[in-house]
Structure formats: structure tokens, C-alpha cells
């Protein structure tokens, strides 16, 4: 049995909604958000939107959480649009992953709202020290680790009236983030680049990053990313049966 903090996390759900991607490409080969009539470039920026609300009643139902009527593809900022627009008092929980320098607080920082609670531990570190993003020193780790498992645990708990929340870090490892994001009732969100990206992009960065350190952060990260187990490709994906 499904509940509204697992199903996000659900082989069917995504499954699902890579078909209804597939099958809703246009004559360009591209996705259009359902709500705004623009393209949606990116993978990770495509979410699946219930017209009808799911509820712990009829998360079960088929017809309705898995219903390709019932599923609208949006951008992750209409998607919040949407749900402000409804006055929906719904909270939402990212959990936001990719490798160093893939640009995931950039998607963030684009999806977010006001009254979001962001958890970016970079941006812990940054307001501890007093100085700069990336200038870490080693005397506050324990206490930057403390806060942001303080800050996890917030999310976990549903404490305070943030309206929806973003878990921003690397996260290789298919069973840490199946681990949080069934903890955290969370939608997991890939933010996709190669390693040369990631490394083109760190060798012009002008900011305060130890290249050399960052450099084996992103091999590392790619030697040690485990893809998700149902991470195939569309044309062996079927719609669930009802």
C-alpha cells in the first residue's frame, strides 16, 4: 500500500511519467510544460502534476495517481505556480542531487519560492565562517554537520511553516537517497551533467574552490554514483495496468 510520503519515491510513479513524457513529445522532439505552452530543456525540471489532488484516500487508485489524464507535465516553477494559484496548503520535499558543479542551487535558486526552507550545507558553511562559500575551516565541521542534520531533521518532522523544502548535496549512493527520501516523504530530483561539464565549468569558476580538491570531488562523485534501479530506457517502459 501506497501513502502520499512514498509514492514520489515509487518505481510505478516514475515509470509513468517517463511514458506520458514519451508520448506527449512534440514534432521538435520536445516535452511543452502543460501550464506555461514553453519547452521544458531540462530532465530534472519536469514534474508530474495531479489535476486531481492526491490524498491518502485515493493514492492507491490508479485511476487517479497513476492516470495519465489526470498527469500534467510542468515546469518545477508552474508547478509551484499551481499550487499557490489552488491555495493548496500541500508541502512538497526535494531532494535535490548530482554530482559538484552540475548547478543544482542554480535550479533551486529558480524553482524556489519565498518561504521555501533551502537545506545547501555549502551555504551553512558560508554563514558559520563569515567567509566566503568555499572556505572551510576545519574547526566548525562538527558544528556545520550538526546544523544540517538539525535542518534535515526539521524537514522530517514537517517543523515550522516553511512552505515547501529542497535537501541540496551530492548524494552518489542509490541507497543514502532512498534512505532520505523515504524518510523525508521526498521527490528526488537528478540534476544531470557529465564530468566534463562539471570540470570545464570549475577551471573558469572565479571563486574561492581549491581546484585541485574539487577536482577529485567530481571524479570521486562519478566513480562512486549508482544510477536508480529503475533507471531504463523509455522504450521498455509500459503503463501500469488498472
Known amino acids: 500500500m501506497r501513502t502520499l510520503s512514498n509514492f514520489y519515491q515509487s518505481r510505478e510513479w516514475r515509470k509513468t511519467v517517463r511514458l506520458i513524457r514519451l508520448q506527449r513529445l512534440n514534432e521538435n522532439g520536445q516535452t ?10 531540462k530532465d530534472y525540471d519536469c514534474i508530474g502534476h495531479h489535476m486531481e489532488h492526491l490524498t491518502e484516500e485515493n493514492v492507491n487508485d490508479v485511476m487517479v495517481s497513476l492516470n495519465p489524464d ?11 505556480r499551481i499550487h499557490e494559484k489552488l491555495g493548496s496548503k500541500e508541502r512538497q520535499v526535494y531532494l535535490v542531487y548530482g554530482p ?19 537545506v545547501d550545507i555549502d551555504s551553512i558553511w558560508e554563514c558559520v565562517s563569515g567567509l566566503s562559500r568555499y572556505e572551510k575551516p576545519p574547526r ?7 546544523m544540517h542534520k538539525a535542518l534535515v531533521e526539521s524537514v522530517r518532522y514537517r517543523q515550522g511553516k516553511w512552505s515547501n523544502a529542497y535537501i541540496i548535496g551530492g548524494y ?16 528526488e530530483i537528478l ?3 557529465t564530468k566534463e561539464e562539471c570540470l570545464n565549468r570549475l577551471e573558469v569558476s572565479e571563486d574561492a ?10 571524479e ?6 549508482a544510477p536508480p534501479l529503475d533507471a531504463v530506457s523509455y522504450t521498455h517502459l509500459t503503463l501500469p495496468t488498472t
Open 209 to 218: 574552490r581549491n581546484k585541485t580538491d574539487w577536482t577529485r570531488f567530481i
Open 140 to 146: 566548525l565541521k562538527a558544528v556545520v554537520f550538526a
Open 220 to 225: 570521486e562523485w562519478f566513480e562512486r554514483y
Open 70 to 80: 489526470n498527469i500534467q507535465l510542468v515546469h518545477h516553477v508552474c508547478h509551484n
Open 191 to 193: 540534476v544531470r551533467a
Open 32 to 41: 511543452i510544460c502543460e501550464y506555461c505552452g514553453k519547452p521544458i530543456v
Open 100 to 118: 559538484p558543479l552540475a548547478g543544482k542551487r542554480t535550479y533551486v535558486d529558480k524553482a524556489m519560492n519565498k518561504g521555501d526552507l533551502i
Open 172 to 187: 552518489p549512493l542509490q541507497g543514502e537517497r532512498e534512505r532520505l527520501a523515504k524518510e523525508l516523504g521526498a521527490r
